[in-house]
């Protein structure tokens, strides 16, 4: 079967709902199936972060620059600083038929869903929203202010999920790996993406139907 165009996936969720392992163990398990997207930040760098493999870090006017050329798929701005995704990076992989993910929030999950209307949206989430709030509590690293705001942020993206393609409830993380890498594979199946193939296959099907070879 032949796929010319890559798939756009687009990976959110509540923070708190371990997308960030998620994705880590997912391409850990599949390197050869995905290709990631690398996002452009002004946000600080944190200790261990390396530029080019985990941002693009940008200034403020930098960032701004690359919005008025054109140069973002989608940006949005996070908790006070600008994200987005490098256009051109994204746009090749899907031309040359590789699956690019997103790791991305809400906002600009919904406007790549305008630009590329295939885009696979999973959502990832715990299985309730008890689980959600023990997560933040357990990390022990936030203060109480801080997991309220997160509370609140989540419960306004909730708002949202319902235009997702897809949960991806995180309760067993390896089970929840295979879920997600095998949504992908078998989305690559469904029929409103294959009408080319269908068409290819009718056209030979009619040239051996007519027994010419
Ligand atoms: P963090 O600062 O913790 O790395 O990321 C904060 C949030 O920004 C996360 O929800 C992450 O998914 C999101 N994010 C990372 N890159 C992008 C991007 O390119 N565009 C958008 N819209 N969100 C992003």
Redesign the pocket.
Known sequence: MNFNKGLVIVL?GF?GAG?GTIMKHLLDKHKDAYHLSI???T?DKRTGEKEGRDYFFKTKEQFECLIEDGEFL???N??GNY???PKSYVDSLVEEGKDVI????I??ALQVKKIYPDALLLFVTPPDAKQLKERLVGRGTETKEVIEQRLDLAYQQSFLMDQYDYLVVNDDLDECVERVHETIQNEKFRIHRNLNNIEIMKKELEVFSKGDN
């Open positions: 959110s923070s997308k996002s452009a930040t946000r989608e940006y949005a996070f908790n994200y987005g995704t997103l790791e991305i929030e906002n600009g």
